[in-house]
C-alpha cells in the first residue's frame, strides 16, 4: 500500500510539473493575458509596440476570442492552427480622427510637442471614451482570420517565436487597424 501511494504521488508530481507546458497550453496562457489587456508578450515580440499607446483600446481586448484548431509538435517547435476573431475598430477611425484632430491641432497651436500631446489626460479621456462607445456599438464588426501561432521551448518551457507571429500579434494589437492600413497601401 505504502509503495502505491508513493507510485500514485509520484505520478501527480509527474502530472502537475508537466501540466500546462502544451503549447495550446501556453498559448491559452498567453491569450488569456491578452483578453485582460496585459499586453506585455505583444509588447516583448513587437518592440514597435507600445501598451501605453493603446490604453484608450483597452476595453476591446476582452472582445477577443479564439479557437485552437490543430496543435503539432515536433521535438522543440510547435505549430498551432488558430481561428481567432478580433473586433474591428477600422470603420470607426474616420469619425475618430475627425473628432482629435482638431483637438490636437488646438494643443499644438499652444506650442505642445506631440509626445506632451500623447500624454495629455484629457485627449486619452476623450479616446478612450469613444473607443468604450465604439466597443459596445451594435454597428460593431469582427474579422475573423485563421493562421499558424509558431511557438519554441526555451529551457523546458513553450514561448512564441519571435519573427514568426506578427500576422497574429498585430490582428489582436490593432483591431484591424493594421488590416486598413495595408489594404490603403495597395
Request: net charge positive; proline share 3%.
Amino acid at each position: 500500500m505504502k509503495r502505491f501511494i508513493i507510485l500514485v504521488l509520484g505520478i501527480l508530481m509527474f502530472i502537475i510539473s508537466c501540466g500546462g507546458t502544451s503549447p495550446k497550453a501556453r498559448f491559452t496562457e498567453v491569450m488569456s493575458e491578452i483578453q485582460k489587456g496585459n499586453l506585455q508578450e505583444i509588447e516583448r515580440l513587437l518592440p514597435t509596440y507600445k501598451t501605453e499607446e493603446v490604453g484608450p483600446m483597452k476595453e476591446g481586448f476582452s472582445k477577443i476570442t479564439y479557437k485552437v484548431n490543430k496543435e503539432e509538435i515536433k521535438g522543440n517547435e510547435a505549430v498551432l492552427n488558430v481561428t481567432i476573431k478580433t473586433p474591428d475598430i477600422s470603420p470607426f477611425l474616420q469619425e475618430y480622427m475627425g473628432k482629435m484632430m482638431p483637438l490636437i491641432m488646438e494643443e499644438l497651436k499652444t506650442g505642445k510637442k506631440q509626445e506632451d500631446i500623447q500624454k495629455d489626460d484629457k485627449l486619452k479621456k476623450i479616446a478612450g471614451d469613444f473607443f468604450k462607445e465604439k466597443f459596445k456599438s451594435q454597428d460593431l464588426k469582427y474579422v475573423e482570420k485563421t493562421l499558424d501561432i509558431h511557438l519554441k521551448k526555451e529551457n523546458g518551457k513553450w514561448i512564441l517565436e519571435e519573427g514568426k507571429n506578427e500576422e497574429f500579434l498585430l490582428s489582436v494589437a490593432t483591431f484591424g487597424i493594421a488590416d486598413f492600413i495595408k489594404g490603403a497601401g495597395k
